[in-house]
């Protein structure tokens, strides 16, 4: 019998310690709601802040180190360290605004909890991963989850359709991941990252499996970006969803989404940028005016927050296509390529969080309305006088629509700010001429809620009562937005410290 | 003999799997693809790894497939009813073109560089049980774990949407 190689050292379980207390904490939330009787109201939602809370501080309290553990399938260090801050905080900002949700929509679903903690804990693995088994299986956990998230409030047919469209296309496009898993596999004879980035730096093996591969799975991570031409089931999906869901979806999905696009095209980008730069520059332009164009049509506000969601997955897309530019691809101005392919990744990171900001406050508000105000609680029209009636829902849901817009004082404006002087760094001009354009238009369709619900006004009051607890979360995080709007440099000092973990 | 047998088992596990999609019949349709995960077990024989052609039969092609008759006859699958439709041609290449790209590649691949490219020499006890053991427990421990919560994960969503609505336990 050969060597036996148990890689659960030391090291290992305290790299392993912030998805154990996710995990754990997912098992012990079923747990208690199955076997305790005398469960009040809320005490699962108080259970699930804790558990996160908890993940934040053995974060904080334990480092185990840098680069790849656990026989190379999760990189340690700031890179996962920062996403698991992103999606703990969006964990947090979710249950807060899903707490008494039973009361609202009548139902009982105590297994929102848990699967909010083991959605969290597949995304954990999906942006630390550094083999492609940690890839799909933390994108399967994630979207397995999330399916459920999607459809589960039962006798509602639109979310049931919802569940239902996302599991059977989400389950397509998994396949096509996985294909190109294969693939890559095939092509490096390992499915470590590490291992396929030293193959693709030899030049070995056949290019065409690695092509055909890498192409599959960009659908694959295309579909969970919702990125254009695979963006079909986000408008029915995300409408579809309870809006607490939505939100979720909205920005954590993406997140994590985003996080191993990035892992993955820094990964190819010495030997396919040459293939990936053209494609994704036709996909982000697509993706970016198609999302902005529909999203001006729409009355229904989550529809519009989910197009408004594609055209940001345009303007992140950029971020990935930087990296991919022939200028960071240039060795022969290899500081020049370290400084624009650096303030590209950043860029792309601090956009994430600014976007999750400004998109849970949004969807913090339209959670309340929505879930207080009967059928048709999110047509736009319904939001008029609200300004009168609740003026801090109203407040905050317009600092996060002025904030989407890129508008400044606010932290959209920045964001889009370093992401575009990033891409004209880089020498792309017209690129950010058409984010610019794009981002212009877009103000339109934010500046008509906020028309409607500052300067038209209605008889009837439509909504009784507002959760303040909900409002005042989504109002903290509009703070934040103008917060991280004037006062960027420090915050996007460190998302450009994370960045330097990657190799470029 | 050895190549016989691996067109042998790819020839009944091509044509398990049409006749998969194409039956009528959901119990039809099953024990079909039970014909398919046997010739995919012999193919997996084929390629020195024993101990999955086992499992493959034994979970696939045995529990799992009787648990697919089982529900299947419980829930009484019907038979697909309504006027025969052929597929719009138009959609052809769609069907077409996903098999004819993994030949295109796989030939490819053989043009370039012969068979070999696919035969590297396997180290001793390869895909032995105690070879899978040590995979499993050692370098993949971390993704075997996570697979146990994406399948619980799965029952989880399964009870959710399929059971009784629960009472609020306070009220």
Redesign the interface.
Known sequence: MTHFEMPLDATSWSVLLPYLVIGGGGLLVMLVDAFVRTLKKDHLSYLTLCVFLASIVVQIAVHPGEGPRLGGMLLAGDWSRFFNYLFAGIGIMTTIFATGIYDRDGRYRPEFYPLLLFTVLGMMVLAAANDLLAVFLGLETMSLATYILAGGVRGNVRSSEAGFKYLVLGGFSSAFLLMGMALLYGYAGDTNFDAIARVLATGGGATILVTAGSALMLMGFGFKVAMVPFHMWTPDVYDGAPAYVTGFMATAVKAAGFAILLRVALLLQPQLAWAWYPVLTVFAVLTMSLGNLVALVQNNIKRMLAWSSIAHAGYLLLGVVTLLSPAVGDPARQALARTVGESAASAVLFYLVGYSLMNLAAFGVVNVLSNRGGEDADDINRYAGLSRRRPVAAATLAVALLSLAGIPPFVGFMAKFYLFAAVVKAGLVPLAVIGVINSLVSVYYYLRVIVVMYMKDTEADSYDGVEWVSVATAGALAALVLYLGIRPDAFHAAAASVIRQLPF | METFLFWFCGAAMVLGGLMTVVQRSAVVSAVWLIFAFVAAAGIFALLHAPFVAILQVLVYAGAIMVLFLFVIMMLQGPVLEGERRRMKPALWPAVAIPPL?VLV?VG??IA??GTA?FT?PLPA?FGSP?HVA?LL???????FE??S??L???I??A???GKE??????K
């Open positions: 790209a590649l490819t691949r370039d560089h490219a590297t006890g105690t040590e427990l050692g370098r993949y421990l971390l993704a996570l697979i919560i994406a619980l994960v799965a989880i969503g009870l959710a949407i609505e629960r009472k609020l336990p306070w």
